[in-house]
């Protein structure tokens, strides 16, 4: 009986090792994770903590947090095993923040002043429902077919598609939801917030406030190696930083959205490891880094704020749109920006018409051609802060065509040659989901 108590308790032993070596240094980064999707998802798009549990949080060890949400105090916490609790705060206008012990929730915050357009245009230009329009080019049996397609049949979870919009010569020509979704529903857009981010250095370029070609004004660069690093080496992930990005393990990703206090610091703290313009490394910390940049720009706080709505996001329509902000009051530009399927659609549309909206040039022409330009090392894959087609990466697709793309399979792709724009929203990436089919359907359904 001694000797079976000795084994099991040298078999507990070494389970809590092995527990304490590979699992316990991430219950920060799982309760940090479940806690700050489960505030956002319920607070912004009214989802419940069963819908989140069962969509958004059934990931691999995520699912091993408890989690509660508190109505009146508009936070959600989360643990594992009752270990490492998070706390990610609800502030209207803000969406949610993850918060360590330190975060004073009795502080006063400012919040960005929204405008809402109104007119009596349709979609996209105004918030009237679109007009009916029927193309005799277009083959609404095999589009409709290869949308349908996107989306799983009887109950299973394979593709998790959540929505799908073609956006034809500026009509809505296929639109389809997911079960639980539908055109009002908010969605995460995680890195496809990257882009929009970018954007906002193309409106300040064409205002004349910023060009892109100089070093990146950032003091603490200002004597050493670093102080040759432009912001356009930034917008195209060449910066030559110090960066990994790993979302299977801890890794500068990772601590940085799950615990840093202020993003736009972490990267910006990284010594350089090759010279700008010599290698391509896919950073989230650049992005928060170029957020940080766009703070310095404006004399106050609130102008920060107030710029990416009034820039950019209210004066395209996309009023649903919401951009969360960490503790330091940054806007998370690398991945927190919630919107419907149909405002992400705009932001398309903004592209696909090189920077004007209904008569209004946002940013110059150029610009366009600009963030679709292969980056140098990325094989056609990567533009500034958009995604391409030129390497051929989707073979059935047209090389002029780049995107937006996001964790889980978000994208936002825009293709010039065919006037299409068109919007998947799901919880699966290319290996599962077959975005290649998806893109030549819609494609083989436009008659030449």
């Given at each position: 009986?001694?000797?079976?108590?000795?084994?099991?308790?040298?078999?507990?032993?070494?389970?809590?090792?092995?527990?304490?070596?590979?699992?316990?240094?991430?219950?920060?980064?799982?309760?940090?994770?479940?806690?700050?999707?489960?505030?956002?998802?319920?607070?912004?798009?009214?989802?419940?903590?069963?819908?989140?549990?069962?969509?958004?949080?059934?990931?691999?060890?995520?699912?091993?947090?408890?989690?509660?949400?508190?109505?009146?105090?508009?936070?959600?916490?989360?643990?594992?095993?009752?270990?490492?609790?998070?706390?990610?705060?609800?502030?209207?206008?803000?969406?949610?923040?993850?918060?360590?012990?330190?975060?004073?929730?009795?502080?006063?915050?400012?919040?960005?002043?929204?405008?809402?357009?109104?007119?009596?245009?349709?979609?996209?230009?105004?918030?009237?429902?679109?007009?009916?329009?029927?193309?005799?080019?277009?083959?609404?049996a095999k589009l409709n077919a290869a949308v349908a397609k996107a989306f799983d049949a009887n109950g299973k979870k394979e593709k998790r598609t959540r929505s799908v919009l073609v956006i034809y010569k500026d009509k809505i020509i296929a639109e389809k939801y997911d079960t639980g979704f539908n055109k009002e529903s908010k969605i995460l857009g995680w890195s496809m917030t990257k882009s929009i981010t970018a954007t906002l250095f193309g409106i300040l370029q064409k205002q004349g406030k910023i060009e892109v070609l100089k070093p990146a004004p950032i003091p603490e660069w200002a004597n050493d190696e670093r102080s040759k690093i432009t912001i356009n080496d930034l917008l195209h992930m060449n910066s030559g930083l110090e960066w990994e990005e790993d979302y299977t393990k801890i890794c500068d990703a990772t601590k940085m959205l799950f615990q840093a206090e202020d993003m736009s610091q972490e990267q910006l703290k990284k010594p350089a490891q090759f010279k700008p313009n010599s290698h391509w490394n896919y950073s989230s910390g650049t992005t928060n880094l170029l957020s940080g940049i766009l703070r310095r720009q404006f004399k106050t706080h609130q102008e920060y704020l107030d710029f990416w709505y009034s820039a950019l996001i209210d004066k395209i329509g996309m009023s649903s749109m919401l951009v969360e902000t960490d503790m330091a009051g940054n806007y998370v530009g690398s991945s927190y920006g919630w919107a419907t399927t149909r405002d992400w659609s705009k932001f398309g549309l903004l592209y696909l018409h090189k920077g004007n909206w209904n008569g209004d040039q946002l940013f110059d022409e150029n610009w366009a051609k600009y963030v679709a330009t292969p980056t140098d090392g990325s094989k056609g894959d990567y533009g500034a802060h958009f995604w391409l087609n030129a390497g051929g990466h989707y073979p059935n697709a047209p090389r002029d065509m780049y995107s937006a793309n996001g964790f889980q399979g978000q994208k936002v792709f825009i293709i010039p040659s065919q006037d299409l724009v068109i919007v998947r929203m799901g919880l699966t990436e290319d290996a599962k989901f077959d975005f290649d089919g998806l893109l030549s359907g819609v494609l083989r359904s436009l008659k030449k």
């Amino acid at each position: 009986m001694k000797k079976i108590i000795k084994i099991l308790g040298l078999a507990l032993l070494l389970f809590l090792v092995y527990f304490g070596y590979t699992t316990y240094p991430k219950l920060d980064l799982i309760s940090g994770f479940s806690s700050k999707s489960m505030a956002s998802g319920h607070f912004i798009d009214n989802r419940s903590q069963e819908i989140i549990e069962k969509g958004d949080n059934d990931i691999e060890m995520i699912t091993l947090a408890k989690n509660k949400i508190d109505e009146n105090g508009k936070f959600a916490t989360a643990s594992v095993y009752g270990l490492k609790e998070r706390k990610a705060i609800y502030r209207e206008g803000l969406g949610a923040t993850l918060i360590n012990d330190d975060f004073d929730i009795s502080k006063p915050y400012e919040v960005p002043k929204r405008t809402k357009l109104v007119n009596n245009l349709p979609f996209p230009y105004g918030n009237k429902e679109p007009k009916d329009t029927v193309f005799a080019n277009v083959d609404y049996a095999k589009l409709n077919a290869a949308v349908a397609k996107a989306f799983d049949a009887n109950g299973k979870k394979e593709k998790r598609t959540r929505s799908v919009l073609v956006i034809y010569k500026d009509k809505i020509i296929a639109e389809k939801y997911d079960t639980g979704f539908n055109k009002e529903s908010k969605i995460l857009g995680w890195s496809m917030t990257k882009s929009i981010t970018a954007t906002l250095f193309g409106i300040l370029q064409k205002q004349g406030k910023i060009e892109v070609l100089k070093p990146a004004p950032i003091p603490e660069w200002a004597n050493d190696e670093r102080s040759k690093i432009t912001i356009n080496d930034l917008l195209h992930m060449n910066s030559g930083l110090e960066w990994e990005e790993d979302y299977t393990k801890i890794c500068d990703a990772t601590k940085m959205l799950f615990q840093a206090e202020d993003m736009s610091q972490e990267q910006l703290k990284k010594p350089a490891q090759f010279k700008p313009n010599s290698h391509w490394n896919y950073s989230s910390g650049t992005t928060n880094l170029l957020s940080g940049i766009l703070r310095r720009q404006f004399k106050t706080h609130q102008e920060y704020l107030d710029f990416w709505y009034s820039a950019l996001i209210d004066k395209i329509g996309m009023s649903s749109m919401l951009v969360e902000t960490d503790m330091a009051g940054n806007y998370v530009g690398s991945s927190y920006g919630w919107a419907t399927t149909r405002d992400w659609s705009k932001f398309g549309l903004l592209y696909l018409h090189k920077g004007n909206w209904n008569g209004d040039q946002l940013f110059d022409e150029n610009w366009a051609k600009y963030v679709a330009t292969p980056t140098d090392g990325s094989k056609g894959d990567y533009g500034a802060h958009f995604w391409l087609n030129a390497g051929g990466h989707y073979p059935n697709a047209p090389r002029d065509m780049y995107s937006a793309n996001g964790f889980q399979g978000q994208k936002v792709f825009i293709i010039p040659s065919q006037d299409l724009v068109i919007v998947r929203m799901g919880l699966t990436e290319d290996a599962k989901f077959d975005f290649d089919g998806l893109l030549s359907g819609v494609l083989r359904s436009l008659k030449k």
